[in-house]
Every structure is written in C-alpha cells, then in structure tokens.
C-alpha cells in the first residue's frame, strides 16, 4: 500500500512551503514578467541565473564554458566577477555561482526584453531564475520557479517523484536520523538510576565515593557551585543537576587531582558532564565490554527533526486532501479506508488519481477483512504478531487476485477475536472462489464447520495419533465416535469450567497506574498475586500494550536489571511480591514455539 500512496503524493499531491503553507505552484513566463514590472517604475534590477549553490570545487570548466556561451560576468559568493578573467576559486570550500543574464531598469518598454532574458535564464538554471537590486542589497531578492516556488520566499522543488516519498532513498530520508525516525540518545532516567540517593552514595553509578578518580571530580564541582553531594540527587537545584549532567560550558571550574602516591595537583577546565562523557566515551571506545556497559543507559526517542515520520521537510509538506503522508500512514487501516472512499480531488489531479486510489481502497479492504482494521500503516514489521503478520500476507495475496493456487495456512485465527473470525472465514472463502484451492491447519470450531471438507487425524496425539479417523463435512465429522473433534462438534463432550480459586486480598496486588501507550487510556490495572488472570478483548484493544509494552519491561527492568523502555504510564506497585519476571512469547527458542511452555516449565 506505501508504494501506491509514494505514487498518489507523486502524482497528485499539492506541495506547500514549509515556513509559510503556501501551495507551490509552476510560475509561467508572463507572470514572472508582470511581477518584476508591478516594482517601483526605474528600479535597477539584475537578471541570474543559479548555476551552482553550495558545492565544492574550483569550477574552473563551469566559468569557461559560460564565458564561451556569451555570459560575460557572473556573481559568485555574493560579488560580481568579469568572467574573462575569473577569480581563484578555492577547491575545499562551497561555492555559490550564479550567471548575470540581463541588467535593467523596470520600465514600460521592457517587457519583451525582460521575458526573453527570463527563458535564457530558465533553460540554463533548470528552471529557476533570481532577481537582484544592482544598488540596494538590503532589498530582499526574488526568485522564480518554472518548476515549483512559494510566492512569499521563493521556496521551491522540483518535479515530485516517489522516490521523495521513500525513507530508503536519500532523496526522500530525514537528513538527521537517516530515515530510522528515531535516535539514541543517554537518558539521565537511566543515568540516575537511584536518584534518592545522594552522588555520594551511588545516584550515578561509577560517580560516587567508591570511584576515587570521578568522585574527586565531583567535590570540585560542588566546592565551586555550593552544593552537597552527600543529600539525595532529587533534593538538588534543577541548574545544579543540568550542570552535573551537561556539563558547565565555557566556566572554568578549579579541579583537584590525587595521584597514586598521594600527590595532590590542580588544574583548571571546564567541567564534561555525567552525560557528554558518557557519549564521548561510547563514540570513541574500541572496547566491547565498555560500549555494552554504557549501552544500558541509552534510550530510544523519536527523531526530533522529523518526529519520527522518516521522512525529509520537503516530503512532509505535501497534502493530498489536507493530509500529509506521515498523516495517513498514522491513521488506523479502518479510518484510512473511510477517507480514501470519501476521496473526491479536483480536476486534473483527480482523474491522475482515480486509478490509484482505487488500488488503495482495495488493498485497504482486504486488510480490514481479515480483521486488521486497527493497525497503521506506519506500524515496524517487527512488533505485529504471528497471527497479524500472516493475516497481511493473506490480505496481499488477495490483492494479488491469482487463480489456480494452492494457499496452506497455519491456525489463521490465532490471536484473533470472535468477532473478527467470521470476517477472515468470508475472505478464505473469497480466495477458494476466486479458483483457488485452500487448506487450512485450524481448531477453530467455526472454521471447521465453514470448511467443505474436514480431514481430522488423531485419535491422540504423538504415538496415539498419526490415523486419519474421520473425513467429509463436519456433519459427517459429528457422527464418527472415534473422532475425539467430532464428539466435541456435537456436544457429547463440553470443555469443562475449573474450578476458580477465590481472590484472597492478603495475597497481594499487583498495581499499574495510568497506563496511556498507544491508544489506552489512562488505565489503572490491578491483578491478584498467586492466580490465572487472563487480559481478553478485541483485536487492537490495547492488550499488548498493557501486558508486554508496558507491565513486562517494568519488571523486568526492576526484577531482572534489564534495559527495557516501558510504554507510557504513571506508577507501578508491587512488584516485591516476585522474585523475577519470564516472557514467553511466539517467537521459538527451539525448533517449535510449541517447546517454550515445556522448556519454561522444566518439563524435560
């Protein structure tokens, strides 16, 4: 689907400027010309043409050729050169070099003039042309585009591609963070790991009294600003802890060196910072040992310059219908979907779009038919489930539209609502009649009863099973008595509610204030110590953000000295009631997910 969006914005998508939200719009010639002559009547303008802004090099060759071309100066770095005799341009430093083409006075005669200057211009800039006043340069220059220009600064790109709109490639990625949307960065939460206690006593660790050569560093620090490095971190001044952290920028603070011999000299430097040394030794250490040890103080953060949308300002300033791309890909695959059918572009733009948009809402539709309705498009690969990610894969091969295949799936309902099921079964139907052939590996009872032709083998597992023991539609699955599913298809045998232990409240609780990742709510959960608790409800409700991207990386941050960021939230107790925390997901430790209970367990 992110490929036919790169293509809409590519195609159909309105550019704004960045600073002031104006369209970019493709100037004509004409309109150039009456903007230059609606100046002051005797204006002395001059006509550029940009050649090169802000690259390295001599550019010996470019000032030649312009000269043989006819050009007879050039403005280069800001100044006015003859280019029969051209300056020395140095070979390391960025140059900006831009061809006079036409020096004028605005008057009513020079309009002719004036736009054949302009094409001459356009042809040998690509497009862009400037206008200079020859004895005023506190005059703000004006800059045209053929391609597209904001009208109010000249801001200007040109012809959109959808390569712009791809993290991957350069000319679409954030410069800052390369297109990843985030970046690391050392987190004084982590930094201070025990700020009720004093620097002294270990706040920092590797900073307290235990650290002879860091601690030393610390006593100067608090002589010279006036503070007690024995009280707790969280009863310092803010400035105080900036300062510690960040270091003291251009003062000089007077240190207090001791040697192994017991010497004592001085000097005095400005002071690093817990944090900036902590960085500068991460960046220039060759050791593993020590960049593993300093990672534990790192965390991960939306990128600041793109806010995590991976992509460059030029590419987030383009608006299909008031919506930037970064703007639709954070939209639920539900809400996407109503607004791309509601679609209804302009014009040119709209007849260009129709087709794509269509491709869209459909792809759209088949991920909301298999249940996926409450994802973004934007969500990393890596955090969907095994039962999301193989419902995306069955949504592209719908989208794919093949005959003649066969499709073997393993338990597509896992992790899957009720009230999601009947809508993957109606696109697993939708695929057999297409022409396709489907087999499905299920327990699900409603798959089952869907199916056309039920093979159950058992009668038990492992060496009890191994037999075909009943086959046909489940009706006829039903009536087999050996069938173990078949008993269960026809009520003979019932799975049978255990016995609940009652809640005793002197078990103890464990607590979770203002859970609000993602889409919860400011949720207060409370769980008994010592019982079976089960988190149920729709897919996308916000259960795994609950349970393992919040609830699990705070205990196993406090439980097993961990380096897990939890999602957002405002307080957990009770966690002393455990000794340490055990995730046991999908993902398998052996050859099976299926060995993870019995491994954890210690079965074998």
């Not at 403005?75 to 300056?87: K, N, S």
Request: hydrophobic share 40%; aromatic share 6%; with cysteine.
């Amino acid at each position: 689907i992110y490929d036919y969006l790169r293509l809409l914005f590519a195609r159909a998508g309105t550019p704004r400027c960045p600073e002031h939200g104006e369209p970019l719009e493709a100037r004509t010639v004409s309109q150039m010309v009456d903007q230059i002559m609606a100046l002051p009547e005797g204006s002395k303008l001059i006509l550029l043409a940009p050649i090169v802004a802000e690259r390295k090099g001599e550019h010996h060759k470019l000032l030649t050729e312009l000269n043989a071309q006819g050009f007879i100066r050039a403005r280069i770095d800001g100044e006015i050169h003859e280019l029969d005799q051209p300056p020395e341009l140095a070979l390391h430093k960025k140059h900006t070099i831009e061809a006079v083409v036409d020096r004028f006075k605005v008057r009513a005669d020079v309009g002719l003039r004036l736009a054949e200057s302009l094409e001459t211009a356009l042809k040998l800039s690509g497009g862009l042309a400037q206008v200079a006043w020859m004895d005023d340069s506190t005059q703000k220059e004006l800059i045209f585009s053929a391609n597209f220009a904001c009208p109010v600064c000249g801001y200007s790109l040109p012809e959109l591609e959808p390569r712009l709109f791809s993290f991957n490639n350069p000319v679409g990625a954030c410069a800052t963070c390369d297109g990843l949307g985030v970046e690391q960065f050392f987190d004084p939460a982590r930094v201070i790991a025990h700020p009720e206690l004093s620097l002294a006593g270990g706040a920092v660790r590797g900073w307290d009294r235990r650290n002879a050569y860091y601690f030393q560093l610390i006593r100067s620090l608090a002589k010279h600003y006036g503070f007690d490095p024995e009280v707790p971190w969280q009863t310092l001044p803010e400035e105080i802890t900036d300062i510690i952290l960040y270091g003291s920028g251009g003062e000089q603070i007077s240190f207090t060196y001791f040697n192994e011999r017991g010497g004592r000299s001085s000097r005095s430097h400005p002071f690093e910072g817990i944090v900036r040394n902590m960085e500068r030794r991460y960046r220039d250490t060759e050791s593993n040992a020590v960049r593993e040890e300093l990672s534990r103080y790192i965390s991960t953060q939306a990128c600041p310059a793109c806010q995590g949308t991976r992509l460059n300002t030029a590419a987030r300033h383009v608006f299909i219908d008031e919506h930037t791309l970064p703007q639709l890909t954070a939209l639920p695959i539900g809400n996407a979907l109503e607004l791309f059918r509601a679609l209804d572009l302009p014009g040119k733009r709209g007849k260009i779009a129709a087709k794509v948009v269509k491709e869209i809402t459909q792809r759209l539709e088949f991920l909301v038919n298999v249940g996926l309705d409450y994802l973004t498009l934007e969500r990393s690969a890596e955090t969907l489930s095994g039962g999301e990610a193989q419902r995306i894969r069955l949504a592209s091969q719908i989208g794919a539209g093949l005959v003649g295949v066969m499709y073997v799936l393993d338990e597509p309902s896992i992790g899957l609502h009720q009230r999601d099921n009947q809508r993957l079964l109606n696109t697993l139907l939708y695929l057999r009649d297409l022409g396709n052939t489907v087999i499905v590996v299920e327990h699900d009872e409603e798959a089952i009863r869907s199916a056309d032709f039920v093979l159950d083998i058992g009668p038990g597992a492992g060496v009890h099973g191994g037999t075909i023991v009943a086959q046909g539609v489940a009706s006829e699955i039903e009536r087999v008595a050996a069938s173990l599913t078949g008993q269960y298809l026809s009520g003979r045998q019932r799975i049978a509610i255990p016995q609940r232990t009652p809640f005793d409240d002197n078990s103890g609780r464990l607590s979770l204030f203002g859970a609000s990742g993602n889409n919860l709510k400011n949720v207060d959960l409370h769980l008994p110590v010592g019982l079976f608790s089960c988190i149920t409800g729709v897919s996308g409700s916000g259960k795994s953000t609950l349970i393992n991207d919040t609830l699990y990386p705070l205990a196993a941050t406090a439980l097993n000295a961990a380096n897990r960021t939890a999602a957002a939230h405002r307080a957990v107790e009770g966690l002393e009631h455990f000794d340490k925390v055990v995730d046991i997901d999908q993902s398998p430790i052996g050859r099976t997910p299926r060995s993870n209970p019995a491994t954890y367990t210690g079965l074998f």
